[in-house]
Nanobody, 117 residues
Framework: QVQLVESGGGLVQPGGSLRLSCAASGSGFRIDVMGWYRQCPGKERELVATITSSDRTNYADSVKGRFTISRDSAKNTVYLQMNTLAPEDTAVYYC???????????WGKGTLVTVST
């Protein structure tokens, strides 16, 4: 099994920055893709960014140029640097891990990001 623990959420003013972290732990898993999704109240969960084991990245159009995803393979950790935050970025941010060997997607419990004055 895989456990994903997110950290780094909180309250930030518009135009500010936050960095989210997600550490994967457990045994017998392979990291093919890690990523971040977010869910606003009353809306469906949406992709924010993903990064593959070969460091290929993908971003939602709404965050391109503002957010950067990166990883530390030695620590099984993925990061999301969020700059120029806006109120519409307010959401619960979820970390994900895809293990291609078993075609299974794992989720963290989420961390709340609130962008407000």
């Amino acid at each position: 099994q895989v456990q994903l623990v997110e950290s780094g959420g909180g309250l930030v003013q518009p135009g500010g920055s936050l960095r989210l972290s997600c550490a994967a732990s457990g045994s017998g898993f392979r990291i093919d893709v890690m990523g971040w999704y977010r869910q606003c109240p009353g809306k469906e969960r949406e992709l924010v960014a993903t990064i593959t084991s070969s460091d290929r990245t993908n971003y939602a159009d709404s965050v391109k140029g503002r957010f950067t995803i990166s990883r530390d393979s030695a620590k099984n950790t993925v990061y999301l640097q969020m700059n120029t935050l806006a109120p519409e970025d307010t959401a619960v941010y979820y970390c994900s891990l895809f293990d291609g060997r078993v075609s299974q997607l794992f989720w963290g419990k989420g961390t709340l990001v609130t962008v407000s004055t």
